[in-house]
Protein backbone atom coordinates (compact mmCIF):
# COMPACT_ATOMS: atom_id res chain seq x y z
CA UNK A 1 0.00 0.00 0.00
CA UNK A 2 1.63 3.26 -0.95
CA UNK A 3 -0.54 5.77 0.88
CA UNK A 4 -0.44 4.80 4.34
CA UNK A 5 -2.14 8.25 5.52
CA UNK A 6 -4.76 10.67 4.70
CA UNK A 7 -4.52 14.69 5.21
CA UNK A 8 -7.59 16.16 5.71
CA UNK A 9 -7.92 19.99 5.60
CA UNK A 10 -11.97 20.91 7.84
CA UNK A 11 -13.80 23.70 6.34
CA UNK A 12 -14.55 23.15 2.85
CA UNK A 13 -13.36 19.86 2.57
CA UNK A 14 -14.94 17.88 5.25
CA UNK A 15 -17.24 20.12 6.48
CA UNK A 16 -19.94 22.26 4.74
CA UNK A 17 -20.95 25.12 6.90
CA UNK A 18 -19.19 23.87 9.79
CA UNK A 19 -20.28 20.63 9.85
CA UNK A 20 -19.67 16.86 8.22
CA UNK A 21 -22.68 14.81 6.78
CA UNK A 22 -23.10 11.16 7.80
CA UNK A 23 -21.86 9.99 4.28
CA UNK A 24 -18.32 11.29 5.00
CA UNK A 25 -18.37 10.25 8.15
CA UNK A 26 -18.90 6.38 6.46
CA UNK A 27 -16.26 6.95 4.19
CA UNK A 28 -13.97 8.27 7.21
CA UNK A 29 -14.89 4.85 8.83
CA UNK A 30 -14.53 2.90 6.06
CA UNK A 31 -10.49 4.42 5.27
CA UNK A 32 -9.18 4.14 8.93
CA UNK A 33 -10.44 0.35 9.02
CA UNK A 34 -8.21 -0.05 5.16
CA UNK A 35 -5.43 0.38 8.09
CA UNK A 36 -4.38 3.81 6.85
CA UNK A 37 -3.74 6.60 9.32
CA UNK A 38 -6.44 9.66 8.92
CA UNK A 39 -5.24 12.84 10.42
CA UNK A 40 -6.86 16.34 10.28
CA UNK A 41 -5.24 19.85 9.27
CA UNK A 42 -7.16 22.73 9.91
CA UNK A 43 -6.59 26.49 11.25
CA UNK A 44 -9.52 26.00 14.18
CA UNK A 45 -9.09 26.19 17.92
CA UNK A 46 -9.39 22.86 19.83
CA UNK A 47 -12.60 23.92 21.30
CA UNK A 48 -14.35 25.32 18.20
CA UNK A 49 -13.27 22.37 17.06
CA UNK A 50 -14.57 20.02 19.46
CA UNK A 51 -17.75 21.58 19.69
CA UNK A 52 -18.35 21.21 15.85
CA UNK A 53 -17.43 17.96 14.88
CA UNK A 54 -17.60 15.69 17.68
CA UNK A 55 -16.57 12.56 15.84
CA UNK A 56 -12.68 13.79 15.98
CA UNK A 57 -12.05 10.15 17.52
CA UNK A 58 -12.03 9.08 13.63
CA UNK A 59 -8.63 10.95 13.50
CA UNK A 60 -4.74 9.37 14.80
CA UNK A 61 -3.82 13.25 15.24
CA UNK A 62 -4.65 16.20 14.43
CA UNK A 63 -2.98 19.25 13.30
CA UNK A 64 -4.65 22.50 14.97
CA UNK A 65 -4.28 26.10 14.89
CA UNK A 66 -2.99 26.12 11.11
CA UNK A 67 -0.39 24.17 12.04
CA UNK A 68 0.60 25.32 15.44
CA UNK A 69 -0.79 22.65 17.65
CA UNK A 70 -0.94 19.06 17.14
CA UNK A 71 -3.72 16.81 19.44
CA UNK A 72 -4.08 13.39 19.83
CA UNK A 73 -7.63 12.66 20.34
CA UNK A 74 -7.22 9.15 22.19
CA UNK A 75 -5.35 10.61 24.78
CA UNK A 76 -6.11 14.05 24.65
CA UNK A 77 -2.70 15.06 24.48
CA UNK A 78 -1.96 18.63 23.63
CA UNK A 79 1.47 19.90 22.07
CA UNK A 80 2.58 23.32 21.35
CA UNK A 81 4.44 23.57 18.61
CA UNK A 82 5.32 26.99 19.02
CA UNK A 83 5.62 29.31 21.32
CA UNK A 84 2.30 31.11 23.21
CA UNK A 85 1.24 34.64 21.82
CA UNK A 86 2.97 37.68 23.83
CA UNK A 87 0.56 39.46 26.17
CA UNK A 88 2.17 42.96 24.78
CA UNK A 89 0.85 41.73 20.94
CA UNK A 90 -2.57 40.59 21.99
CA UNK A 91 -3.06 43.92 24.22
CA UNK A 92 -1.87 46.00 21.61
CA UNK A 93 -4.41 44.22 19.11
CA UNK A 94 -7.36 44.83 21.13
CA UNK A 95 -6.01 48.37 22.19
CA UNK A 96 -6.69 49.11 18.09
CA UNK A 97 -10.19 47.68 18.54
CA UNK A 98 -9.39 44.47 16.28
CA UNK A 99 -12.58 42.49 16.77
CA UNK A 100 -13.26 39.76 16.67
CA UNK A 101 -9.99 38.60 18.62
CA UNK A 102 -9.24 34.82 19.10
CA UNK A 103 -6.72 33.67 21.20
CA UNK A 104 -5.10 29.91 20.79
CA UNK A 105 -2.45 27.69 22.04
CA UNK A 106 -0.34 29.66 19.82
CA UNK A 107 -2.00 31.10 16.99
CA UNK A 108 -3.98 34.29 17.40
CA UNK A 109 -6.99 35.03 14.64
CA UNK A 110 -9.17 37.91 13.13
CA UNK A 111 -11.36 38.65 10.47
CA UNK A 112 -10.92 41.19 7.43
CA UNK A 113 -10.46 43.93 7.04
CA UNK A 114 -8.34 43.91 10.09
CA UNK A 115 -5.32 42.46 8.71
CA UNK A 116 -3.51 45.86 8.04
CA UNK A 117 -3.89 46.48 11.54
CA UNK A 118 -2.48 43.29 12.32
CA UNK A 119 0.30 43.91 9.95
CA UNK A 120 1.02 47.28 11.59
CA UNK A 121 1.19 45.89 15.18
CA UNK A 122 4.01 43.19 14.19
CA UNK A 123 6.09 46.31 12.66
CA UNK A 124 5.86 48.70 15.17
CA UNK A 125 6.42 45.81 18.18
CA UNK A 126 9.14 44.32 15.72
CA UNK A 127 8.09 40.64 16.28
CA UNK A 128 8.78 37.97 13.90
CA UNK A 129 5.62 36.74 13.16
CA UNK A 130 3.60 35.90 9.44
CA UNK A 131 0.26 36.50 8.86
CA UNK A 132 -1.50 33.81 6.93
CA UNK A 133 -5.22 34.50 5.03
CA UNK A 134 -7.77 31.67 4.28
CA UNK A 135 -11.45 32.82 2.67
CA UNK A 136 -11.46 35.81 4.92
CA UNK A 137 -9.70 34.42 7.69
CA UNK A 138 -6.65 36.34 9.35
CA UNK A 139 -4.04 34.06 11.05
CA UNK A 140 -1.30 34.93 12.99
CA UNK A 141 1.54 32.11 13.49
CA UNK A 142 5.00 31.97 14.85
CA UNK A 143 7.33 33.12 11.73
CA UNK A 144 8.20 29.57 9.57
CA UNK A 145 4.57 28.09 10.69
CA UNK A 146 1.94 26.74 8.63
CA UNK A 147 -0.20 23.39 7.92
CA UNK A 148 2.75 22.06 6.57
CA UNK A 149 4.77 22.05 9.18
CA UNK A 150 1.88 20.56 11.69
CA UNK A 151 1.45 17.75 8.97
CA UNK A 152 5.43 17.23 8.70
CA UNK A 153 5.08 16.81 13.06
CA UNK A 154 2.00 14.57 12.96
CA UNK A 155 3.92 12.24 10.07
CA UNK A 156 6.81 12.09 12.67
CA UNK A 157 5.05 11.19 15.57
CA UNK A 158 2.85 8.13 13.96
CA UNK A 159 6.35 7.25 11.89
CA UNK A 160 5.31 7.50 8.44
CA UNK A 161 6.02 10.25 5.44
CA UNK A 162 5.17 12.36 4.07
CA UNK A 163 5.80 9.93 0.40
CA UNK A 164 3.25 7.96 1.57
CA UNK A 165 0.39 10.65 2.27
CA UNK A 166 -2.15 11.94 0.34
CA UNK A 167 -3.69 15.51 1.34
CA UNK A 168 -6.71 16.92 0.24
CA UNK A 169 -8.35 20.49 0.66
CA UNK A 170 -9.67 23.60 -0.47
CA UNK A 171 -8.26 26.95 0.40
CA UNK A 172 -4.83 29.09 0.05
CA UNK A 173 -3.64 27.88 3.34
CA UNK A 174 -3.80 24.23 2.00
CA UNK A 175 -1.11 24.85 -0.80
CA UNK A 176 1.73 24.37 1.68
CA UNK A 177 0.79 20.84 3.45
CA UNK A 178 -0.84 19.90 -0.01
CA UNK A 179 2.69 20.31 -1.74
CA UNK A 180 4.50 18.51 1.19
CA UNK A 181 2.25 15.26 0.00
CA UNK A 182 3.00 13.02 -2.08
CA UNK A 183 -0.08 13.14 -3.54
CA UNK A 184 -2.49 16.54 -3.25
CA UNK A 185 -6.10 16.46 -4.36
CA UNK A 186 -8.32 19.45 -4.71
CA UNK A 187 -12.24 19.24 -3.75
CA UNK A 188 -14.43 20.21 -6.57
CA UNK A 189 -15.33 23.68 -4.76
CA UNK A 190 -11.39 24.62 -3.92
CA UNK A 191 -9.67 27.75 -5.08
CA UNK A 192 -8.74 27.94 -8.87
CA UNK A 193 -4.89 28.24 -7.86
CA UNK A 194 -5.48 25.11 -6.03
CA UNK A 195 -7.19 22.91 -8.18
CA UNK A 196 -4.15 24.03 -10.75
CA UNK A 197 -1.65 22.51 -8.59
CA UNK A 198 -3.14 19.72 -7.74
CA UNK A 199 -2.63 16.01 -8.89
CA UNK A 200 -6.28 15.59 -8.92
CA UNK A 201 -8.90 17.61 -8.83
CA UNK A 202 -12.38 15.62 -7.23
CA UNK A 203 -15.89 15.97 -9.46
CA UNK A 204 -17.70 15.83 -5.94
CA UNK A 205 -17.65 19.02 -3.91
CA UNK A 206 -16.86 19.00 -0.48
CA UNK A 207 -17.46 16.02 1.56
CA UNK A 208 -18.64 14.01 -1.44
CA UNK A 209 -15.18 14.94 -3.19
CA UNK A 210 -13.88 13.33 -0.16
CA UNK A 211 -15.85 10.30 -0.70
CA UNK A 212 -14.95 9.95 -3.71
CA UNK A 213 -10.83 10.05 -2.80
CA UNK A 214 -11.60 7.77 0.01
CA UNK A 215 -13.27 5.37 -2.75
CA UNK A 216 -10.72 5.58 -4.75
CA UNK A 217 -8.11 5.02 -2.76
CA UNK A 218 -9.66 2.18 -1.08
CA UNK A 219 -10.34 0.45 -4.89
CA UNK A 220 -6.49 1.05 -6.31
CA UNK A 221 -4.71 3.15 -4.14
CA UNK A 222 -4.67 6.00 -6.51
CA UNK A 223 -2.46 3.84 -9.28
CA UNK A 224 -4.25 5.70 -12.12
CA UNK A 225 -2.51 8.48 -10.61
CA UNK A 226 0.82 7.50 -10.98
CA UNK A 227 1.76 8.81 -14.05
CA UNK A 228 0.44 12.00 -13.12
CA UNK A 229 2.80 12.25 -10.32
CA UNK A 230 6.19 13.42 -12.52
CA UNK A 231 7.18 15.94 -10.49
CA UNK A 232 8.79 12.76 -7.77
CA UNK A 233 10.62 11.47 -10.66
CA UNK A 234 13.61 10.52 -10.33
CA UNK A 235 16.83 11.83 -12.88
CA UNK A 236 18.17 8.98 -14.85
CA UNK A 237 20.16 11.05 -17.66
CA UNK A 238 19.71 12.89 -21.31
CA UNK A 239 18.44 10.42 -24.27
CA UNK A 240 21.43 10.48 -27.05
CA UNK A 241 18.96 10.15 -30.11
CA UNK A 242 16.23 12.96 -28.75
CA UNK A 243 18.17 14.72 -26.45
CA UNK A 244 15.62 14.63 -23.77
CA UNK A 245 15.29 13.81 -19.77
CA UNK A 246 15.08 10.09 -18.83
CA UNK A 247 13.30 9.32 -15.13
CA UNK A 248 12.40 6.73 -13.79
CA UNK A 249 9.61 6.69 -11.49
CA UNK A 250 10.01 6.53 -7.68
CA UNK A 251 7.40 4.15 -6.82
CA UNK A 252 7.01 0.38 -7.96
CA UNK A 253 9.70 0.40 -10.39
CA UNK A 254 12.73 -1.75 -9.83
CA UNK A 255 16.18 -1.75 -11.72
CA UNK A 256 19.05 -3.80 -12.71
CA UNK A 257 22.07 -1.82 -13.15
CA UNK A 258 24.28 -4.62 -15.11
CA UNK A 259 27.82 -4.25 -16.45
CA UNK A 260 31.35 -5.19 -16.40
CA UNK A 261 33.76 -3.90 -13.96
CA UNK A 262 34.98 -0.50 -13.75
CA UNK A 263 31.49 0.58 -16.47
CA UNK A 264 30.32 3.29 -14.23
CA UNK A 265 27.64 1.11 -12.09
CA UNK A 266 28.74 2.86 -8.73
CA UNK A 267 28.25 6.35 -10.68
CA UNK A 268 25.19 5.70 -11.81
CA UNK A 269 23.90 4.17 -8.52
CA UNK A 270 25.52 7.19 -6.62
CA UNK A 271 23.75 9.37 -8.59
CA UNK A 272 20.12 8.17 -8.45
CA UNK A 273 20.53 7.77 -4.49
CA UNK A 274 21.41 11.64 -4.62
CA UNK A 275 18.55 12.46 -6.09
CA UNK A 276 16.43 9.92 -3.98
CA UNK A 277 17.77 11.59 -1.05
CA UNK A 278 16.88 15.32 -2.65
CA UNK A 279 13.79 14.63 -2.60
CA UNK A 280 13.32 12.93 0.89
CA UNK A 281 13.33 9.25 -0.09
CA UNK A 282 14.37 6.74 2.83
CA UNK A 283 16.90 4.15 1.50
CA UNK A 284 18.36 1.17 2.77
CA UNK A 285 21.88 -0.31 1.18
CA UNK A 286 22.61 -3.87 1.47
CA UNK A 287 26.58 -3.04 0.82
CA UNK A 288 28.99 -6.74 0.65
CA UNK A 289 32.03 -4.99 0.02
CA UNK A 290 32.37 -1.60 1.79
CA UNK A 291 31.55 0.57 -0.90
CA UNK A 292 29.32 3.01 0.28
CA UNK A 293 31.21 3.83 3.98
CA UNK A 294 31.49 7.56 3.21
CA UNK A 295 28.07 8.15 1.34
CA UNK A 296 26.47 11.70 2.24
CA UNK A 297 22.87 11.69 4.40
CA UNK A 298 23.49 7.61 5.67
CA UNK A 299 24.43 6.36 8.46
CA UNK A 300 26.54 2.86 8.09
CA UNK A 301 25.88 -0.72 10.36
CA UNK A 302 28.57 -3.49 10.64
CA UNK A 303 32.29 -3.24 9.43
CA UNK A 304 35.18 -5.16 8.42
CA UNK A 305 35.30 -5.71 12.32
CA UNK A 306 31.65 -5.91 13.13
CA UNK A 307 28.54 -7.94 12.01
CA UNK A 308 25.27 -5.55 11.49
CA UNK A 309 23.12 -5.46 14.31
CA UNK A 310 19.77 -6.20 12.91
CA UNK A 311 17.81 -4.12 15.73
CA UNK A 312 20.03 -1.11 15.02
CA UNK A 313 19.76 -0.72 11.83
CA UNK A 314 16.28 -1.52 12.21
CA UNK A 315 15.79 0.93 14.85
CA UNK A 316 17.71 3.78 12.50
CA UNK A 317 15.14 2.63 9.65
CA UNK A 318 12.05 3.64 12.09
CA UNK A 319 13.69 7.32 11.98
CA UNK A 320 11.64 8.45 8.77
CA UNK A 321 14.60 10.87 7.41
CA UNK A 322 17.73 8.23 8.27
CA UNK A 323 19.16 6.44 5.19
CA UNK A 324 21.55 3.49 6.06
CA UNK A 325 24.20 1.30 4.78
CA UNK A 326 24.46 -2.46 5.95
CA UNK A 327 28.13 -3.15 5.34
CA UNK A 328 28.48 -6.96 5.24
CA UNK A 329 32.33 -7.18 5.23
CA UNK A 330 32.85 -8.93 8.54
CA UNK A 331 30.70 -11.69 6.89
CA UNK A 332 32.34 -14.90 4.91
CA UNK A 333 31.10 -14.51 1.71
CA UNK A 334 28.93 -18.29 2.62
CA UNK A 335 27.23 -16.17 5.58
CA UNK A 336 25.95 -12.91 3.47
CA UNK A 337 23.18 -14.73 1.18
CA UNK A 338 21.48 -16.13 4.41
CA UNK A 339 22.03 -12.82 6.19
CA UNK A 340 20.54 -11.19 3.15
CA UNK A 341 17.39 -13.57 3.59
CA UNK A 342 16.36 -13.32 6.80
CA UNK A 343 16.83 -9.49 7.51
CA UNK A 344 14.94 -9.33 3.96
CA UNK A 345 11.35 -10.10 5.47
CA UNK A 346 12.27 -8.05 8.32
CA UNK A 347 12.09 -4.92 5.63
CA UNK A 348 9.40 -5.84 4.33
CA UNK A 349 7.15 -5.49 7.05
CA UNK A 350 8.70 -2.55 8.18
CA UNK A 351 7.68 -1.38 4.78
CA UNK A 352 4.12 -2.67 5.22
CA UNK A 353 3.76 -0.86 8.29
CA UNK A 354 5.44 2.57 7.57
CA UNK A 355 6.30 2.66 3.71
CA UNK A 356 10.06 3.24 4.43
CA UNK A 357 12.61 2.52 3.15
CA UNK A 358 11.46 3.49 0.18
CA UNK A 359 14.07 1.96 -1.66
CA UNK A 360 16.28 -1.02 -0.88
CA UNK A 361 19.51 -1.28 -3.12
CA UNK A 362 21.06 -4.26 -3.31
CA UNK A 363 25.50 -3.72 -4.21
CA UNK A 364 26.84 -7.47 -5.63
CA UNK A 365 23.18 -8.95 -6.10
CA UNK A 366 24.67 -12.43 -7.23
CA UNK A 367 26.80 -12.58 -4.17
CA UNK A 368 23.52 -12.00 -1.71
CA UNK A 369 20.86 -13.89 -4.12
CA UNK A 370 22.60 -16.40 -6.11
CA UNK A 371 20.70 -18.96 -8.56
CA UNK A 372 21.47 -21.58 -6.16
CA UNK A 373 18.22 -19.93 -3.95
CA UNK A 374 16.27 -22.25 -6.00
CA UNK A 375 17.68 -25.53 -4.53
CA UNK A 376 18.13 -24.33 -1.21
CA UNK A 377 14.78 -23.67 -0.72
CA UNK A 378 15.19 -19.64 0.07
CA UNK A 379 12.72 -17.59 -0.68
CA UNK A 380 11.51 -13.68 -1.56
CA UNK A 381 8.80 -11.94 -0.77
CA UNK A 382 5.86 -12.38 -3.64
CA UNK A 383 6.27 -8.37 -3.69
CA UNK A 384 9.30 -7.06 -4.26
CA UNK A 385 9.64 -3.54 -5.68
CA UNK A 386 11.51 -0.42 -5.02
CA UNK A 387 14.83 -2.02 -5.14
CA UNK A 388 17.68 -1.37 -7.36
CA UNK A 389 19.95 -4.38 -7.85
CA UNK A 390 23.98 -3.98 -8.77
CA UNK A 391 25.59 -6.80 -10.01
CA UNK A 392 27.96 -8.30 -13.14
CA UNK A 393 26.27 -11.46 -13.81
CA UNK A 394 22.60 -11.03 -14.26
CA UNK A 395 23.03 -14.77 -15.02
CA UNK A 396 24.08 -15.57 -11.87
CA UNK A 397 21.17 -13.52 -10.00
CA UNK A 398 18.06 -15.78 -8.58
CA UNK A 399 15.64 -15.53 -11.72
CA UNK A 400 12.93 -15.15 -9.06
CA UNK A 401 14.85 -11.86 -8.45
CA UNK A 402 15.42 -10.59 -11.45
CA UNK A 403 11.65 -11.49 -12.36
CA UNK A 404 10.02 -8.59 -10.13
CA UNK A 405 12.61 -6.07 -12.04
CA UNK A 406 10.97 -3.94 -13.99
CA UNK A 407 14.30 -2.17 -16.16
CA UNK A 408 17.42 -2.95 -16.62
CA UNK A 409 20.20 -0.31 -17.18
CA UNK A 410 23.44 -1.90 -19.26
CA UNK A 411 26.69 -0.49 -18.90
CA UNK A 412 30.13 -1.18 -20.48
CA UNK A 413 31.32 -2.30 -23.60
CA UNK A 414 28.38 -4.99 -24.86
CA UNK A 415 25.18 -3.72 -23.04
CA UNK A 416 23.29 -5.76 -25.81
CA UNK A 417 24.95 -8.84 -24.63
CA UNK A 418 24.15 -7.91 -20.75
CA UNK A 419 20.36 -7.63 -21.51
CA UNK A 420 20.23 -10.60 -23.49
CA UNK A 421 21.46 -12.30 -20.13
CA UNK A 422 19.16 -10.44 -18.57
CA UNK A 423 16.07 -11.32 -20.66
CA UNK A 424 17.23 -14.91 -20.78
CA UNK A 425 17.70 -15.44 -16.90
CA UNK A 426 13.48 -14.65 -17.17
CA UNK A 427 12.73 -16.91 -19.81
CA UNK A 428 11.76 -13.43 -21.76
CA UNK A 429 12.52 -12.85 -25.40
CA UNK A 430 15.16 -10.10 -25.60
CA UNK A 431 14.38 -6.82 -27.50
CA UNK A 432 15.74 -6.72 -30.71
CA UNK A 433 18.66 -4.33 -30.44
CA UNK A 434 21.93 -3.43 -33.11
CA UNK A 435 25.44 -4.28 -31.54
CA UNK A 436 26.57 -1.06 -29.01
CA UNK A 437 29.58 -0.10 -28.48
CA UNK A 438 29.12 2.74 -24.88
CA UNK A 439 31.44 5.19 -24.36
CA UNK A 440 32.47 6.66 -21.14
CA UNK A 441 29.32 7.93 -19.09
CA UNK A 442 26.47 5.84 -21.29
CA UNK A 443 24.24 3.26 -20.79
CA UNK A 444 21.09 1.45 -21.95
CA UNK A 445 18.06 1.13 -20.64
CA UNK A 446 15.76 -0.89 -21.67
CA UNK A 447 11.94 -0.95 -19.64
CA UNK A 448 11.05 -4.53 -20.51
CA UNK A 449 6.97 -4.31 -19.86
CA UNK A 450 7.14 -1.61 -22.35
CA UNK A 451 6.91 -1.94 -26.07
CA UNK A 452 10.01 1.09 -26.40
CA UNK A 453 13.58 -0.30 -27.75
CA UNK A 454 16.30 0.38 -25.23
CA UNK A 455 17.12 3.70 -24.89
CA UNK A 456 20.91 4.95 -25.25
CA UNK A 457 21.29 7.29 -22.83
CA UNK A 458 24.35 9.70 -20.99
CA UNK A 459 24.08 9.19 -17.55
CA UNK A 460 23.56 12.11 -15.27
CA UNK A 461 26.95 12.44 -13.21
CA UNK A 462 26.26 12.70 -9.82
CA UNK A 463 27.24 15.69 -7.41
CA UNK A 464 29.61 14.30 -5.14
CA UNK A 465 32.69 12.34 -6.22
CA UNK A 466 31.76 8.77 -4.58
CA UNK A 467 34.43 7.66 -1.97
CA UNK A 468 35.59 4.12 -2.32
CA UNK A 469 35.77 1.98 0.55
CA UNK A 470 39.24 2.18 1.04
CA UNK A 471 39.10 -0.35 4.30
CA UNK A 472 37.65 -3.30 2.21
CA UNK A 473 40.61 -3.38 -0.92
CA UNK A 474 43.30 -3.22 2.32
CA UNK A 475 41.86 -6.18 4.15
CA UNK A 476 38.62 -6.74 3.15
CA UNK A 477 37.31 -10.06 1.11
CA UNK A 478 36.76 -9.50 -2.54
CA UNK A 479 34.60 -11.53 -4.06
CA UNK A 480 36.09 -13.97 -6.37
CA UNK A 481 35.63 -12.20 -9.75
CA UNK A 482 37.30 -9.54 -8.16
CA UNK A 483 40.50 -11.00 -6.36
CA UNK A 484 44.00 -11.08 -8.13
CA UNK A 485 45.03 -14.94 -9.22
CA UNK A 486 49.42 -15.05 -9.63
CA UNK A 487 49.05 -18.09 -11.92
CA UNK A 488 52.54 -17.27 -13.91
CA UNK A 489 53.26 -17.73 -17.22
CA UNK A 490 52.34 -21.46 -17.85
CA UNK A 491 49.05 -21.12 -15.42
CA UNK A 492 50.80 -23.25 -12.55
CA UNK A 493 49.98 -21.25 -9.64
CA UNK A 494 46.77 -20.60 -8.56
CA UNK A 495 47.21 -18.20 -5.16
CA UNK A 496 44.19 -15.90 -4.16
CA UNK A 497 44.74 -12.65 -3.01
CA UNK A 498 41.17 -11.12 -1.90
CA UNK A 499 42.44 -7.98 -0.57
CA UNK A 500 45.73 -5.40 -1.14
CA UNK A 501 47.38 -7.02 1.63
CA UNK A 502 47.18 -10.64 1.04
CA UNK A 503 48.30 -9.03 -2.65
CA UNK A 504 51.40 -7.64 -1.02
CA UNK A 505 51.89 -10.92 1.13
CA UNK A 506 51.89 -13.11 -2.14
CA UNK A 507 53.79 -10.45 -4.33
CA UNK A 508 56.62 -11.16 -1.74
CA UNK A 509 56.51 -14.58 -1.55
CA UNK A 510 56.44 -15.65 -5.57
CA UNK A 511 59.10 -15.98 -7.65
CA UNK A 512 60.93 -13.49 -9.45
CA UNK A 513 59.53 -14.99 -13.03
CA UNK A 514 55.81 -15.41 -11.55
CA UNK A 515 55.99 -11.25 -10.74
CA UNK A 516 57.58 -10.33 -13.47
CA UNK A 517 55.05 -12.06 -15.96
CA UNK A 518 52.13 -10.44 -14.23
CA UNK A 519 53.99 -7.19 -14.52
CA UNK A 520 54.96 -7.06 -17.96
CA UNK A 521 51.44 -7.98 -19.27
CA UNK A 522 49.78 -4.98 -17.69
CA UNK A 523 48.31 -6.97 -14.83
CA UNK A 524 48.69 -5.12 -12.00
CA UNK A 525 47.23 -2.06 -13.44
CA UNK A 526 44.48 -3.41 -14.82
CA UNK A 527 43.31 -4.97 -11.39
CA UNK A 528 44.18 -1.69 -9.66
CA UNK A 529 41.84 0.10 -12.03
CA UNK A 530 38.94 -2.66 -12.59
CA UNK A 531 38.77 -4.54 -9.25
CA UNK A 532 40.12 -1.85 -7.34
CA UNK A 533 38.75 0.97 -8.86
CA UNK A 534 41.77 3.24 -8.47
CA UNK A 535 42.44 4.90 -11.42
CA UNK A 536 45.44 6.88 -9.50
CA UNK A 537 46.57 3.85 -8.45
CA UNK A 538 46.45 1.99 -11.90
CA UNK A 539 48.08 4.90 -13.38
CA UNK A 540 51.09 4.57 -11.44
CA UNK A 541 51.10 0.88 -11.66
CA UNK A 542 51.24 1.40 -15.41
CA UNK A 543 54.26 3.81 -15.41
CA UNK A 544 56.39 1.24 -13.13
CA UNK A 545 55.11 -1.51 -15.66
CA UNK A 546 56.55 0.44 -18.49
CA UNK A 547 60.01 1.07 -17.03
CA UNK A 548 62.57 -0.97 -18.63
CA UNK A 549 65.30 -3.56 -17.43
CA UNK A 550 63.15 -2.81 -13.98
CA UNK A 551 64.13 -5.31 -11.27
CA UNK A 552 61.76 -7.44 -9.27
CA UNK A 553 62.96 -5.78 -6.17
CA UNK A 554 62.58 -2.55 -7.39
CA UNK A 555 59.34 -3.02 -8.90
CA UNK A 556 57.83 -4.66 -5.97
CA UNK A 557 59.07 -2.06 -3.78
CA UNK A 558 57.25 0.85 -6.02
CA UNK A 559 53.97 -0.68 -6.30
CA UNK A 560 54.26 -1.41 -2.89
CA UNK A 561 54.99 2.11 -1.98
CA UNK A 562 52.50 3.40 -4.24
CA UNK A 563 49.33 1.48 -2.32
CA UNK A 564 50.70 2.31 0.89
CA UNK A 565 50.68 5.53 0.37
CA UNK A 566 46.64 5.79 -0.40
CA UNK A 567 46.02 2.85 1.95
CA UNK A 568 45.70 2.56 5.30
CA UNK A 569 47.04 -0.56 6.29
CA UNK A 570 46.69 -2.81 9.20
CA UNK A 571 49.44 -3.11 11.51
Keep these: MRYLAIAFDYDGTLATDGRVDDQTIDALERAKASGRKLILVTGRHLEDLLESFPRIDLFDLTVLENGALLYRPATREERPLGDRPSEAFVQALRDRQVDPLAIGRVIVATWHPHETTVMEVIRDLGLELQVIFNKGAVMVLPSGMNKATGLQAALEELGLSAHNTVGVGDAENDHAFLNWCECSVAVANALPTLKEKADWVTTGARGAGVVELIDRLIACDLSELDDQLERHNILLGTTIEQNTPLYMKPYRESILLAGTSGSGKSTLATEILERLSEQGYQFCIIDPEGDYENLSGAVMVGDARQVPNEKELLSLLHQS ?184 QLAEGVDDETWLYHLQQGDYSNWFRVAIKDEGLAAEAEYIEGLSDVSPEKSRALIKAEIEQRYTLPI
Design 321 to 504: GQNVVVNLLRLALDQRPAFFTKLLPQLQELRVKTGRPHWLIVDEAHHLMPTSWQQTGLALPQELDRMIFITVHPDHVSPAALSSLTAIVALGETPDQTIQSFAGAINQPAPEMPALTLKSGEALAWFRHTELAPIHFCVAPPQTEHHRHRRLYAEGELGDDKCFYFRGKDGKLNLRAQNLVLFM
